[in-house]
């Protein structure tokens, strides 16, 4: 029995045949494996020479010159990828969702991907959205950062977020990722024992992000970014419902789309809610697009859905037509 086999008859089995793609929040990424794909393959070639067009620079060349992982280059080129990785497997793969979802920073190309707005918008809008976060975190909330972990009891959790509130120090959660599985902004002088206690309840300490995200308080930014980029693109409707990282309600409208990119910035993101309504929508199969290290290989996605990978890894591979 082949992988397509096997995820109809998986299908079958939980009653569920709807597809979803899923666009990836941003994480580091290995420029001699993006940028590959940026050259190496046809499709992206074709992406990033409208993006090109859209940046008036060389997307790979800037990528290439580029040390820091959330450049402006680098997230216009995860973008990039992640939707050349989408067409790719729509051409390829069979991919030919019902819904979609992009967490984090994925609703950017959810938005360039369900034609809410053109490729070239939605890359001038992420290039802008990037300096108007590295202007804000250089002159605000600099002592913010954004730490993830696993493993913690919500219970013994919320004791020890009961011991930050009894100290006065200020924290969020920024993300609901699975049973147990968190993202926390805090202060950046309150890491240390936080990492500690968190090794003290048995929880496993992931990644710190700078810049952080996902916090109520950057509300500033949230008005920076509307002022500055998003409130003037003309959004149109959705080709298909987007699923909202931030509470599961499905999105059909352009202001709906607007609002879940600007939301984002201050409410939490909870995918667990977006996998409760992609399993009501009847989803049984995701089509993770992009570099991946957590969405599509957390418990909660790959214990509800069938989860195929489409990376640049996969795209590079030389493979047959398939269709489902």
Same mark, same amino acid.
């Given at each position: ?118 490729v070239a918008d939605a890359v001038r809008m992420t ?99 509307? /002022?500055?980029?998003? %409130?003037?693109?003309?959004? #149109? $409707?959705?080709?298909?419902? +987007? !699923? ?47 570099? /991946?290290?957590?969405? %599509?290989?957390?418990?909660? #996605? $790959?214990?509800?859905?069938? +989860? !195929?990978?489409v990376n640049p890894r996969l795209a590079m591979q ?7």
């Amino acid at each position: 029995m082949n992988e397509m086999d096997k995820m109809n008859e998986s299908s079958e089995t939980t009653g569920r045949r709807g597809t979803a793609i899923v666009f990836p929040g941003m994480g580091p990424a290995s420029f001699a494996e993006s940028g590959r794909f940026m050259v190496g393959n046809a499709v992206a070639r074709r992406m990033v020479a409208v993006a090109d067009r859209a940046l008036g620079y060389s997307l790979v060349d800037r990528l290439g010159e580029s040390t820091d992982d959330y450049s402006e280059a680098a997230q216009v080129a995860f973008m990039v990828n992640c939707l050349a990785l989408a067409e790719w497997a729509g051409e390829t793969i069979g991919c030919a969702p019902d819904v979609c979802a992009g967490p984090s920073f994925g609703a950017k190309a959810a938005t360039a991907y369900t034609g809410s707005l053109p490729v070239a918008d939605a890359v001038r809008m992420t290039a802008r959205m990037a300096r108007c976060v590295a202007e804000y975190f250089r002159d605000e909330h600099s002592d913010v950062v954004t730490h993830s972990f696993t493993r913690a009891p919500e219970e013994t959790l919320r004791e020890l977020l009961d011991e930050l509130t009894a100290q006065g120090e200020w924290h969020e959660v920024s993300c609901y990722i699975d049973d147990g599985f968190y993202m926390l902004s805090l202060r950046e002088r309150n890491l240390d024992w936080l990492e500690r206690r968190l090794r003290n309840i048995g929880a496993l300490s992931l990644y710190t992000m700078r810049p952080p995200m996902h916090a109520s308080v950057f509300g500033p930014l949230r008005r920076k970014v509307e /002022d500055e980029v998003v %409130g003037a693109l003309d959004f #149109t $409707t959705p080709k298909l419902p +987007v !699923v909202s990282d931030q509470d599961g309600s499905v999105v059909t409208s352009a202001e709906g789309m607007r609002a879940l990119l600007l939301d984002g910035i201050v409410k939490p993101l909870r995918w667990t809610d977006v996998v409760a309504t992609m399993r009501d929508m009847g989803v049984a199969r995701v089509y993770v697009s992009g570099a /991946d290290s957590l969405f %599509g290989r957390v418990g909660i #996605t $790959t214990r509800n859905f069938e +989860v !195929v990978p489409v990376n640049p890894r996969l795209a590079m591979q030389p493979r047959r037509r398939v269709s489902t």
